[in-house]
C-alpha cells in the first residue's frame, strides 16, 4: 500500500512499537504477541495488527512477532537505518536544549550545522559545533547534504529560517515555533507544539477538578 494512503496516526504509532520493541528485545525476549504490543502501547491487537500490515507481513499466527526483525524492519520503514544529517536553527534555551539532546544522535539524527541571526553568538561554539549565520543556512546545508531541518526561532524568525532551509534542499521540517509555515508542496512540516499541549493537559485536569 503507498504510504499517502496509509493512516497519519498508523505512522505515527511505529515510533511507538519501535520503542517498546527495544525494551522487550534489551530485556532477552524474542518473541512478542500483538496482546503484549497492544498492552504496552495503550492499544487494543487489533489496531496493532492493522497498523503493521500496512507496512508488511511480519507476524507468524500463534506464534507473533520475532521482536529483533520487527525492530529492524520498523527501523528501515522509518528511513532510521542510515545517519540522517541534521541543521538545527535557533540557538537559545530551547535550541541549546535539543542540541544537547542525546537521544538525537541515538536514533541516527546527526546535528550538522546551527544557525542564528543574533551576531553575540554567531562564531561561538555549542557542543563542538560553530554557531553559523543565519543568512548562510541554504549555502552551508547544501556543502553538508541535509535534508533536516529543526527550527527553534521566535515565531518572527521561523519563516525565514523554513525559506533558507528549503533553498538549500531541505525536505522535512521539525517546528517548535508557534506559528503554521508556509511551505511550497513536498516539503513535509512536523508542528511540536509544547504551550498546546500542556494547555490541553491543563483542561483535562481542569475537567477532573484537578487544578
Same mark, same amino acid.
Given at each position: 500500500m503507498e504510504s499517502y494512503k496509509i493512516p497519519k496516526k498508523s505512522v505515527e504509532r511505529l515510533s511507538?512499537? @519501535?520503542? &517498546?520493541l527495544k525494551v522487550i528485545m534489551d530485556a532477552g525476549f524474542t518473541t512478542? +504477541? +500483538?496482546? #503484549?504490543?497492544?498492552?504496552?502501547?495503550?492499544?487494543?491487537s487489533a489496531q496493532v495488527r492493522k497498523d503493521l500490515v500496512y507496512f508488511g507481513q511480519f507476524g507468524t499466527p500463534g506464534m507473533g512477532y520475532q521482536v529483533s526483525m520487527l525492530h529492524r524492519a520498523i527501523t528501515k520503514i522509518m528511513g532510521l537505518h542510515k545517519k540522517i544529517?541534521?541543521?538545527l536553527t535557533g540557538v537559545g534555551n530551547l535550541g541549546q536544549a535539543l542540541l544537547a539532546y542525546p537521544g538525537f544522535k541515538e536514533r541516527g539524527f546527526i546535528i550538522e550545522a546551527i544557525f542564528d541571526n543574533d551576531h553575540e553568538k554567531v562564531g561561538k561554539k555549542k557542543n563542538g559545533l @560553530? &554557531?553559523?549565520? #543565519?543568512?548562510?543556512i541554504s549555502s552551508e546545508i547544501k556543502k553538508k547534504k541535509v535534508r533536516v531541518g529543526i527550527i527553534a526561532t521566535?515565531? +518572527?524568525?521561523?519563516?525565514?529560517?523554513? $525559506?533558507k532551509l528549503i533553498e538549500g534542499g531541505i525536505k522535512g &521540517?521539525? $517546528?517548535?515555533a508557534p506559528i503554521e509555515l508556509k511551505v511550497p508542496s513536498g516539503i513535509?512540516?512536523?508542528?511540536?507544539?509544547?504551550? #498546546? @499541549?500542556? #494547555?490541553?493537559? +491543563?483542561?483535562?485536569?481542569s475537567k477532573r477538578k484537578l487544578l
Open positions: 511507538i512499537y @519501535k520503542r &517498546i512478542v +504477541s +500483538s496482546r #503484549e504490543l497492544a498492552e504496552r502501547a495503550g492499544l487494543n544529517p541534521v541543521a @560553530k &554557531i553559523l549565520d #543565519e543568512k548562510n521566535p515565531p +518572527s524568525a521561523a519563516q525565514f529560517a523554513a $525559506n &521540517i521539525l $517546528n517548535f513535509t512540516v512536523v508542528n511540536v507544539a509544547l504551550c #498546546e @499541549k500542556l #494547555e490541553m493537559l +491543563s483542561y483535562y485536569l
